[in-house]
Nanobody
Framework: VTLMESGGGSVQAGGSLKLSCTYSGVNRYNTQWMAWIRQAPTKVHEVVAALATGTDSPFYADSVEDRFTISRDKGKGILYLQMRLMQPHETAIYYC????????????????????WGQGTQVTVST
C-alpha cells in the first residue's frame, strides 16, 4: 500500500483543517482498516480516527469524538480527515496508515496494528 498525506499547515485555535491521504494498492493487499495517527512532540503516537474499509464505518478516539471526521472517496483513492475546533495541544505530525489485519477488542486504536504508513504531514495549531 502506498500512502501520501497532504493538507497540513498552520491554523489558529478553534479553527479547522482538512487532511488528505492519496492511497493505492488497498485492494491488492486486502486492507481492512485505514486510519489517521498523530504524534505530538515528545508524545507517543495516538490513533485519532480509523475506518473499517469493508463497511466504511468510522471509529474515533475519545479526544476527537464529535470534532474530527474520517471519510474516503473510493473512486479517487483518497482518505480524508476533517478537523474542527482544533487546539494547540493537537499540534503534531499526522500520519495516514493502513492495516490488513482483523481488529479484535479495539485493536484498531493501537499504532502497532498498522503496517503501512505515509510520511506524515505537519499540523500546527497556534493560540
Amino acid at each position: 500500500v502506498t500512502l501520501m498525506e497532504s493538507g497540513g499547515g498552520s491554523v489558529q485555535a478553534g479553527g479547522s483543517l482538512k487532511l488528505s491521504c492519496t492511497y493505492s494498492g488497498v485492494n491488492r493487499y486486502n486492507t481492512q482498516w485505514m486510519a489517521w495517527i498523530r504524534q505530538a512532540p515528545t508524545k507517543v503516537h495516538e490513533v485519532v480516527a480509523a475506518l473499517a474499509t469493508g463497511t466504511d464505518s468510522p471509529f474515533y478516539a475519545d479526544s476527537v469524538e464529535d470534532r474530527f471526521t474520517i471519510s474516503r472517496d473510493k473512486g479517487k483513492g483518497i482518505l480524508y480527515l476533517q478537523m474542527r475546533l482544533m487546539q494547540p495541544h493537537e499540534t503534531a505530525i499526522y500520519y495516514c496508515a493502513a492495516s490488513g489485519r482483523t481488529s479484535i477488542g479495539g485493536m484498531w486504536s493501537t499504532e502497532t496494528f498498522y503496517t503501512g504508513w505515509g510520511q506524515g504531514t505537519q499540523v500546527t495549531v497556534s493560540t
